[in-house]
């Protein structure tokens, strides 16, 4: 049976609930839960102010119900276990996680998976700005895990992520893999301006129709039917993330860059199909 | 009972200017100074701090350090995730709250100083330009009495006096400009280096006789003709000196050439650690440690002294005037960078880095500090530094006392080094240990002695009544971090590591007489070059906190 708490807050200042993971939980009673201390705004609270708290967190699962919307942090810093949102949650869902999964029936705010180590999320609604990213004046964003998001997410995706996944279905914004290290992040939908700016390695796939024109600092490689590609859309199915099979087996313009960094990341344009 | 009148009780005192080394005694204090004992033994304290079994010593003097200014604020700025992992400073009914991190939010600079029992530190390194910026910030920098040395090795008009042989033109800009900065003595920072630095790519000087671009002096001629003119105006400190080719492999040359360049007048060269080097071309191979012909040099000419800027292991952030340094530094780490250009006075350069112990060229660093303190002879002209944060944050002073008085445990450490630091150093063989009574010399009377400050770093009649009461303890680290008691000014301000009063402490500064008719000139010049205006240039005295006058005006006339 899993924790299930549920938001009964009323408030348009953020609740932060860093540091509640299901490792902290596994072996504390409700009573304990209950106090663990939270943020709302500036002033510090019991979590049982704003949450409905039953069930037990021996199985290390949670299950989050109401409109989490204002509330930050969930699953930050976990390293085992299951969290699920039945509904959408704040910034910060499994910043700097190491392991276990959290899954986001509704929206994500921004800072979805920050510098995440390992460990995998799946928001089937969409995310905000900085997906995977680094956070201010860090030298590496997400450097491990599989962050997947069925929806549209904002800018700055994967910004200086060192290692790991990212797929989107719908669009993503501005400045995608900005200053990325290495890694893997696909957009199935459109995508913004400036992808790649400043990338070293790594690959960004866009998969979807109308993408960007390419920085300057980006030089055609080929274009090919490339072996890789299904298979990481596969292993994306596998974990219930929905792709066309024209997509996964698509052509591709493949460039390189950014020559103003390293130079030795690749974008994948896919050709679209004729239907 | 005597209003105001504290005593502390039978503390084992260590006051070495005194020549108090150990000796249990009682301490007055009135007015926030220390004065001698009522001569009616029936006169009663308004306080009585009992100090039986505890150590008394003056409070500790931080005497270069990067605690305030522009500098430190791009660092600070410069390194959020640094902040955001750190320690949390909370606020408390007498605290402001603060971020720690390799550079400290000014409140959290004073609130950790003070709880480790230092009383007194001094910025190393203020662009005048950054004077205004400098006293604001000690204006948030609690517990501390503060002062800070004023750039002027790269400076225009130093090097355009020197070239033009006009001493008496120097001398008065000097004045001038340590007058207008309200600072505390002139610092030389890569003497012409930075200026050369400005003029071409990857510029600097390669050694004391080098040509600067476009001024034609060397800069030989600016720490002897800056240390000179210090001399004649009589400051308390005359120059602090961060020699040319900071971090170079073979600038143990550049480094003994300095010290001879003073020609037997008064210099403090800084963080000396990092200009002991043998070896050349920039190879790793050939690395060494040259602190003992450097060490020979100092212990026979009593005009120089020193500060060690010794390395710890770990990140912290590397923060300088020297603007090659910060470049070539950069490169190194490949991290994020910061250069900055003051118009006609300095440079600066910020960058972070991280210190290894299985490097053999930073553990050469660790090894090459602790050498410093063991081969020179005479305490006196050797005082305890990390050049925070450059070589470390100054949180690690105990670590470092206990190194100097623990030569077991530093032994231990070493043999966690890279394997070569052995063969490359003689730390393996130096067997000295530091007392309590070297240490109570090379964190307080020493640096006191050497910044001509004659009411610091002592425990005599009229001394500041800034006090540190540590609880002896056989691991020496242990017993500095923490001390029992420090008391500010005669009052109590830290108790057990909890601040009890966050006053924020006297501005130290010098205004030396100088001939006012040389202002004209200085005007011209200024008014021809500079970017704000002559008038709104010098620091006015509503930016300084509780001023106070070290050195007499008259000097120098």
């Known amino acids: ?275 | 009972m005597t209003k105001d009148l504290i005593k502390i009780s039978q503390g084992t005192l260590y006051d070495p200017a005194n020549g108090v080394d150990g000796e249990v005694r009682d301490l007055w204090i009135q007015g926030g100074r220390i004065i001698a004992a009522p001569s009616d033994p029936a006169t009663k304290p308004a306080r009585t701090i009992e100090a039986e079994g505890l150590v008394v010593m003056p409070g500790g003097i931080d005497m270069h350090c990067h605690i305030a200014g522009p500098k430190v604020n791009v660092a600070r700025k410069m390194r959020p995730e640094e902040k955001r992992k750190a320690e949390v400073i909370s606020r408390t009914d007498v605290t402001h709250s603060g971020t720690l991190g390799s550079v400290p939010s000014t409140f959290a600079t004073g609130y950790k100083y003070a709880g480790m029992g230092y009383t007194t530190a001094f910025d190393a390194a203020i662009p005048p330009l950054g004077a205004r910026h400098a006293h604001e910030e000690f204006d948030d920098t609690p517990c501390l009495d503060k002062g800070f040395y004023v750039l002027m090795g790269n400076n225009h008009y130093v090097m355009q006096s020197i070239q033009q042989n006009e001493p008496k033109k120097l001398k008065a800009f000097i004045a001038w400009l340590l007058t207008a900065a309200k600072g505390f003595a002139p610092k030389l920072v890569n003497p012409g280096g930075v200026e050369v630095w400005k003029h071409r790519q990857a510029g600097n000087v390669s050694g004391l006789d080098t040509e600067v671009d476009h001024f034609g002096v060397t800069p030989r001629q600016i720490v002897s003709q800056v240390a000179q003119s210090a001399q004649e105006l009589g400051l308390p400190h005359p120059v602090h000196i961060h020699c040319n080719n900071l971090g170079m492999p073979g600038n143990w040359e550049t480094t003994l050439e300095t010290m001879r360049a003073l020609e037997g007048r008064r210099g403090h060269l800084t963080h000396i650690q990092f200009h002991s080097y043998g070896g050349g071309e920039g190879d790793e191979n050939t690395f060494n440690s040259k602190v003992v012909p450097l060490a020979d040099y100092v212990n026979s000419h009593p005009n120089v002294t020193i500060d060690v800027g010794q390395v710890l292991f770990g990140e912290t952030t590397s923060m300088t005037g020297d603007g090659p340094l910060g470049y070539f530094l950069s490169n190194i780490y490949g991290g994020k960078w910061f250069s900055s250009d003051t118009e006609m006075e300095a440079g600066c350069g910020i960058t972070p880095i991280k210190y290894k112990n299985k490097s053999l060229v930073h553990a050469l660093q660790w090894a090459i500090g602790l050498e410093w303190y063991l081969l020179v002879d005479d305490p006196w002209r050797v005082v305890m530094s990390t050049d925070h944060p450059n070589g470390g944050s100054f949180l690690a002073y105990p670590q470092i006392i206990r190194f100097l008085m623990d030569r077991t445990y530093r032994q231990d450490v070493l043999k966690t080094c890279h394997p070569l630091v052995g063969r490359r150093s003689t730390l393996a063989d130096l067997h000295r240990e530091y007392t309590l009574n070297e240490i109570a010399i090379i964190t307080r009377a020493g640096p006191a002695r050497i910044l001509g400050l004659t009411n610091k770093g002592h425990l005599g009649p009229g001394a500041d009544a800034d006090i540190t009461i540590y609880t002896p303890h056989e691991n020496k680290e242990i017993m500095f971090e923490l001390p029992r008691l420090v008391i500010k000014s005669g009052e109590v301000i830290v108790e057990q590591g909890e601040v009890r009063d966050s006053r924020i402490g006297k501005t130290l500064h010098v205004a030396p007489a100088y001939d006012v008719d040389a202002e004209a000139d200085i005007q011209e010049w200024f008014e021809k070059y500079y970017s704000i205006r002559w008038r709104n240039y010098p620091v006015d005295p509503s930016y300084m906190h509780q001023p106070e006058l070290i050195g007499s005006p008259n000097h120098g006339n």
């Open chain 1, 1 to 275: 049976m899993p924790l299930t708490l549920t938001y009964t807050g009323q408030t348009s200042v953020p609740v932060e609930i860093e540091g509640f993971t299901p490792s902290w939980a596994k072996d504390k009673s409700l009573a304990e839960i209950e106090q663990f201390e939270i943020f709302h705004g500036n002033q510090k609270l019991p979590l049982a102010e704003m949450f409905r708290v039953e069930g037990n967190a021996s199985d290390l699962r949670f299950d989050l119900e109401g409109d989490l919307s204002g509330v930050h942090w969930i699953g930050a810093h976990m390293s085992e276990g299951a969290i699920h949102i039945h509904g959408s949650g704040g910034r910060h869902i499994g910043s700097e996680m190491r392991g276990g999964e959290i899954h986001v029936d509704g929206d994500a705010g921004g800072w979805l998976g920050a510098e995440m180590h390992a460990g995998f999320i799946h928001v089937q609604g969409s995310a905000g700005h900085l997906v995977g990213a680094a956070y201010r004046g860090s030298a590496k964003g997400m450097t491990g895990g599989m962050i997947l998001v069925d929806g549209d997410a904002g800018n700055e995706v994967g910004l200086t992520m060192r290692r790991g996944m990212i797929a989107i279905g719908g669009r993503a914004g501005d400045v995608l893999g900005f200053n990325m290290i290495a890694g893997t992040v696909l957009v199935f939908g459109e995508c913004g301006i400036r992808p790649g700016a400043g990338m070293r390695r790594g690959t960004l796939g866009l998969l979807g129709p109308n993408p960007p024109a390419l920085l300057p600092s980006f030089r055609y490689a080929c274009t090919s039917h490339l072996q890789v590609l299904p298979m990481m859309c596969n292993q994306l199915r596998e974990q219930g993330f929905g792709i066309e099979s024209s997509v996964a087996n698509a052509e591709c313009d493949i460039y390189s860059g950014d020559l103003v960094a390293l130079g030795k990341g690749e974008i994948l344009i896919a050709h679209q199909s004729a239907s």
